[in-house]
Structures are given as C-alpha cells and as structure tokens.
C-alpha cells in the first residue's frame, strides 16, 4: 500500500513537471525573434575585446555610430577617435540618443570599464539599435597600447 501510494505521488509530481515544461517551451517557441532565436536566449548586445572593436570602428564598410558614454569631464580628458559623447547617467539619455544617433546604422560604445556602456547597450538595444559593446572600456584600450583623442 504504501509503495503504491509513494509510486502514485512520484507519477503526479512527473506528469505536473512535464505539463509545466511543455507550457514553458511553447511560450518560448510562440515568441521567437527575427532570426528565430528564442527571446530569452538572444544576445541582447555583442561584447568584444579591444582589437575587434578598434577593427569595427575603423571599417569603412561598418558605417559604425562610435559612442561614448561617459561624463563630459572624462571625454575631455580623451576619447577614442570621432567618438559622439552622450552620458548614460544623465535623466535623458535614451531621448538624446534617439535624437542624434541613426537606428539604421550600428552602435559601437564604451566607457571607461565596461559597466556604464553595458547599461547604455541594453538601454539602445531596447530602443532597436544594433550595438557592439567595449569589454573593459577605456581601460582595455589604454591597456592595449590604443591612444586617445583630447
């Protein structure tokens, strides 16, 4: 009686996961995303080291939209190339982005360690901006041997 009672539990527990499983990947196959990739597993943004990126920003092909996202204190004391200074920490950020940058060319930004662009990545790539993120910002840069512009 009791392995009976035990075997009926562990058939119920089984049968509630597969339903609960099956639920879950429905909901996700229901909603895929352009290139059919399930939305919770899609990139939100692309991170890369310094020398990919410096290879992306300087590619006349790429068209590239190259972001600073840091204060204006920090771009004065130098920035990498013709970069475009919008801080993510100001109130207005995604609005200023929207206003200057093109949603139809890509979006290369950073910061000083990666964690200020990282933010400003999700925050564009929300708003429909394909965008390639600085892993370890100006301090990979600069520990890379790469100069800044002042």
Known sequence: ?????????????????????????????RFRTKNNTPPLLAPAYTTVGVQ??????TDPDVNIQ??????????DDGHIGVAQLIDVNDEDFVDKALAVLDMQRPVAVYCRSGRRSARAARLLVD???K????????????????????
């Open 127 to 129: 708003k429909g901006f």
């Open 52 to 57: 990919e990126f410096q290879n992306l920003i």
């Open 1 to 29: 009686m009791l392995l009976t009672t035990l075997l009926m539990i562990n058939v119920k527990t089984l049968f509630t996961l597969a339903v609960v499983f099956l639920l879950l990947v429905g909901c996700i196959t």
């Open 66 to 75: 190259l972001l600073d996202v840091r204060s204006r204190d920090e771009y």
């Open 131 to 150: 965008v390639t993120n600085l892993d370890g910002g100006v301090m990979a840069w600069l520990d890379a041997g790469k100069s800044l512009v002042k």
